[in-house]
């Protein structure tokens, strides 16, 4: 079967984010990944469409299979012009206590990922992107 | 160090000689695509490889893997091999094929191919040996691409393999109505930490389960990510409306979850599977009755 | 996407579809306040068994409204979480600390019944 193409979702508002997740969701299943790690990935891209439309009001997320010699997998990139992160450290600190739903959730993002990178500057915007692998 | 205007043309008529060599091999490997094919076969058979196939299906896989391996020559590129060998591996493998089998009959075919130019341009030894010049860098990555696709996909199915017998050997139990255990023992890696938090929640829904006990009696140790996994599986059981009771804790890994920062007051944790057991029974509202009692009435 | 809300008895039932947008979310709030204070209801169950994602505003957003809902002297318990979506909560790091979930809407009015004799 062949690996779907890419998809681009336009973030504006918080009904967007849902349609993100949704083809988020669904290009996961048809890569072939179980229902638990669409899962995952439907509520990552969620977390960071979320983050687009509450600190940058708007930006995209891209969606795309990929295909090694070794596995197939997905990445997805959300980016958006807005204020940008001052300090990535500080939005990736993480303890293993639960952080309770507030702020950027990055460190979560990253948790449910197999791949994360992120790219930030004030005032230049961000780009966060996360891959995970059929296993 | 630069390259001069000189050296760069004669390195660029190096390759087209060589893409040229390339397509004057592969009309001749076209051309004499019966006559290769079925000495390749013959020589499989000979070598008693691929014995767990009917000579009409070896046939029709050497077709496929020669019309690959020439195609493969003709286009330079290794795309198309790669998919074509996952394929192959999808199919033989479940047959019993082994690794040595597949590398094998790709060296004998290089072989044949090789023999059949040697007769060809025996008559003039600098043609010969131009044209091995391009054949061989072609022909050893070729079989490298086999061979790799093939390892890597009776690795992936030995890794399938391993998840199921995992899974059939961690069962969780339901021993009452509404009460789940689940007896860890052994070693725990990330991987099957997540297997059996996924194994356990698909239990609580089926089994409507009020309450999991968790024996870790039989863990020797733990890492803080093995813990942390733990301590999600409870916090998830909460989210399907379960108790959870870990029972079985060692001193060790009790300090190693308390470092990675989770109140071990907050946790639900009784010393043994017995006492952890009755606890249970006794938020499902059973009354626990001495055995002795019980055997009178 | 309005949420259906039925009564039962004392209790306000309200069912959660799938696609659920962050002004759905609201919405459903202010809806479940003014019904709890037009039935001076005891308790309300959100199903949440259609959702196949939580993410964090639904999980702060479910925890506002059993917070606003104690207010008015009711309890609030979330039921039929997925097994995946409650995998993918912890992972996230989302708890819903405080907030009572049971397993699907036979157990949640269960939970609520046992509140309400407690409370009386």
Partial sequence: MPVPQDILVSIRSDVDIVLARQQGRSMATSIGFAATDATLIATAISELARNIVTYAQQGEVAMR????????????????NGPGIRSIPDVLRDGYSTSGGLGLGLPGVKRLMDEFAIESEPRRGTTVTIRKWLK | MPTTKRSANHLQRIVAQSTELLQELVSHLRQNRTQLREEWANRITEAQLLTAMTKEELFAEATSVYDNYVETLATGTFEALQSYSRNLSERIIPRGVETHEV????????????????????GDFTMLNRILDAYEPAANRI???????????????????????????????QVRERLLILPIIGVIDPQRARQLTEQLLRGIRT??????????????????????????????SRLLGATVIVTGLSPEIAQTIVTIGVDLGKMNTVGDLQGGIEQAERLLGYKVVPVADAASS | MEVPILKQGRFLIATIQAALSDADLLQLRRALIDKVIHFRSHGVIVDVTALDVMDSFATRTLRDITNVIRLRGADTVIVGIQPEVAFAMVQLGLTMEGVATALDLEEGLAHLQQRAARNT
């Avoid at chain 1, 197939?72 to 990139?77: A, D, H, L, Q, T």
């Avoid at chain 2, 590398?103 to 025996?122: E, M, P």
């Avoid at chain 2, 390892?151 to 393999?161: D, F, G, P």
């Avoid at chain 2, 870790?216 to 813990?227: N, Q, S």
Wanted: proline fraction near 1%.
């Fill in chain 1, 65 to 80: 299979g990929v295909e090694t010699s070794h596995s197939k997998g997905i990445v997805i990139v959300a980016r958006d």
């Fill in chain 2, 103 to 122: 590398v094998g009959i790709v060296l004998l075919l290089r072989d044949v191919l090789a023999r059949s130019l040697f007769a060809k341009y025996q």
């Fill in chain 2, 143 to 173: 079989a490298n691409t086999v061979a790799v696709g093939f390892v890597q996909e009776r690795e992936r199915v030995i890794r399938q393999q391993q998840e199921a017998i995992r899974e059939l050997s961690t069962p969780v139990l």
């Fill in chain 2, 207 to 236: 089994n409507r389960a009020k309450v999991v006990v968790i024996d870790i009696t039989g863990v020797a140790a733990m890492d803080a990510t093995v813990a942390n996994h733990l301590v999600q599986t409870v916090e998830a």
